[in-house]
């Protein structure tokens, strides 16, 4: 698969769509491994409207969310060809350990999310994930996928 990874690509991936897909481009990729994703945040985003006003602050629920699609990519993306032909197999984030939150991400912000496969399986994933805003941590979690 050629990179970068683009909107009309991420479409054919994940079934998330506006305004919930948050991932615009998928940047670096090593099958079963790792992905590198980015989110360009604007002040265009609904959330925005109630997430503060006057001080807009992305909810931290979403950064996990737009890191749990990057993971799903890698995920997808690395099912042997034996499930993909099973049909659409939906992934499911089912857990998500040590999350932690370092600086909030503001309007105009561009988020670097970087995945790594921790285990993984024909059915269960688990990923260790780092969302960064100018090469420093905004946000690391661990999370678990099952791949229905």
Do not use: C
């Amino acid at each position: 698969m050629d990179l970068p990874l683009t909107y009309k690509d991420i479409i054919k991936i994940l079934p998330h769509r506006h305004p919930f897909l948050f991932v615009d481009m998928i940047t670096e990729l090593e099958l079963g491994e790792r992905v590198v994703g980015i989110k360009n945040v604007t002040i265009n985003e609904p959330f925005f409207m109630g997430h503060f006003p006057g001080k807009p602050i992305m909810p931290g629920v979403l950064v996990i969310e737009a890191m749990a699609q990057v993971g799903g990519i890698l995920a997808k993306l690395s099912q042997p060809e034996s499930m993909k032909k099973k049909g659409d197999n939906a992934i499911y984030f089912v857990a998500m350990d040590k999350v932690r939150f370092r600086k909030p991400i503001f309007p105009g912000d561009q988020i670097h999310f970087e995945l790594t496969a921790m285990r993984k399986g024909s059915r269960i994933w688990k990923m260790k994930g780092k969302a960064m805003v100018n090469k420093k941590v905004a946000a690391e979690a661990e999370l678990v996928a099952a791949i229905k």
